[in-house]
């Protein structure tokens, strides 16, 4: 896999052109930095290869879908063992409510991000799924009241 410092200016400006909207056409990202359609195509290819770009895909409105509450919940295990770690975040990767997981350090393991369509939803997961695992000590949930800023753009 490629380092950044294996990216030119070009490189960065084509991803950035495509973080913001992976829709462009070859043609429209070839003219936005100034090279003809093939080098601009075997750059983005190199890109994809080289693990820079992931994938593509739509950013749906979740509040349109009825998916309104975010709930932020810091989870923490019973025990930190290698068997519980592992049992958790095989367990997290089937529910697709948690739309992110992260491992942590701090005062609890695991930070989730929890999509739901409103309290009473969130509150079936909670009780029917998240605190049933076997390995779960500790959940505390933090309501999102706003958003202020969300995006999938990377400072490049």
Known sequence: MATKLSLDSLDTKILKILQNNSQHTLKDIA??????LSPTHDRIKRLEMDGYIKGYVGILNRKKL???????????????????????EQSIKEFP??????????????????????????NRFYQEKLAILPSVAHISSLFVMDEIKTTTALPL
């Not at 919940?73 to 049992?87: D, I, P």
């Open 97 to 122: 409510e948690v739309i992110s997981c992260h491992l942590v350090s701090g005062n609890f393991d695991y930070y989730l991000n929890v999509i739901s369509e409103d309290v009473e939803s969130y």
């Open 31 to 36: 003219e936005q930095v100034n090279l003809s």
């Open 66 to 88: 009825n998916l309104g509450l975010m709930v932020h919940c810091q989870v923490t295990l019973e025990k930190q063992n290698r068997s519980n770690f592992s049992q958790f």
